[in-house]
């Protein structure tokens, strides 16, 4: 079975701060994952993802993802917070093997950045 | 996601009543998906079509129907709403020929049921 783990419903951090959102994941095979954001009244919007290669991968807005195999995560970064960082984060995750190529969601977790 | 649009927005309606909502994207692609967003659940997915022939049932299909009426349009009928059918909805869509399968979403459409 594959699933997404979002272990923190909520993350608060101060501006300038380093943040960091949790993601496990579980599949068959390998995976391919993606991080989404969704700031209010809005839909979800593509961050970055991982398909194979370097385990660090870099996407939009300044934020940053690290793959790591032999504890199944794929945690969100980004350095230094910003105000406007705050929406809901998403964690996605398909098994690469399969042909059918639907994506599994986490819960989400709302990330608040105070000025 | 401007290429994928979603209608209506908002839609307040009673228990018993017939809803379609509509989806409909101008990015090419071959894949589409109906999602709903509960808070706390995270997505899960309604059902999703890979060519207008092709029709499959998601996770929580029951209670849903949907109609690929061509490869632009994508539309999701509750055929008789109750309420724990209170939702945003989402639908999206992937190009078939990235294997990738990342997935472009529309803004939603918030769903109450009275």
């Known amino acids: 079975a594959q699933s997404v783990a979002q272990p923190e419903d909520q993350v608060n951090v101060a501006e300038g701060n380093p943040l960091t959102v949790k993601c496990t994941y579980s599949?068959?095979?390998?995976?391919?994952l993606f991080w989404y954001v969704q700031y209010p009244n809005r839909g979800l919007q593509f961050l970055l993802k991982?398909?194979?290669?370097?385990?660090l991968v870099k996407g939009s807005y300044g934020f940053e993802a690290e793959f790591n195999k032999s504890q199944t995560s794929f945690h969100l970064k980004k350095p230094s917070a910003l105000v406007s960082d705050s929406a809901l984060y998403f964690c996605?995750?398909?098994?690469?093997?399969?042909?059918?190529?639907?994506?599994?969601f986490g819960r989400g977790t709302q990330l608040t950045v105070w000025p | 996601d401007a290429d994928v649009t979603q209608t209506p927005r908002n839609r307040i309606t009673k228990t018993g009543k017939r809803i379609m909502l509509e989806c409909s994207q101008t990015?090419?692609?071959?894949?589409m998906y109906w999602y709903r967003q509960d808070p706390g659940l995270g997505l899960r997915l309604i059902y999703y079509?890979?060519?207008?022939?092709?029709?499959n049932k998601g996770e929580i299909s029951d209670g849903y129907s949907v109609s690929r009426q061509a490869q632009a349009k994508f539309s999701l009928s509750l055929e008789s709403a109750i309420p724990n059918q209170t939702a945003l909805y989402f639908c999206?869509?992937?190009?078939?020929?990235?294997?990738?399968?990342?997935?472009?979403f529309g803004p939603g459409t918030r769903l109450t049921v009275l």
């Open positions: 999206a869509t992937s190009d078939l020929a990235s294997s990738y399968n990342e997935q472009f």
């Open positions: 599949v068959s095979g390998n995976p391919y």
């Open positions: 991982y398909i194979t290669g370097d385990n």
């Open positions: 996605a995750v398909r098994d690469r093997g399969s042909t059918l190529g639907r994506l599994y």
């Open positions: 990015k090419g692609h071959d894949r």
């Open positions: 079509s890979f060519d207008v022939k092709d029709i």
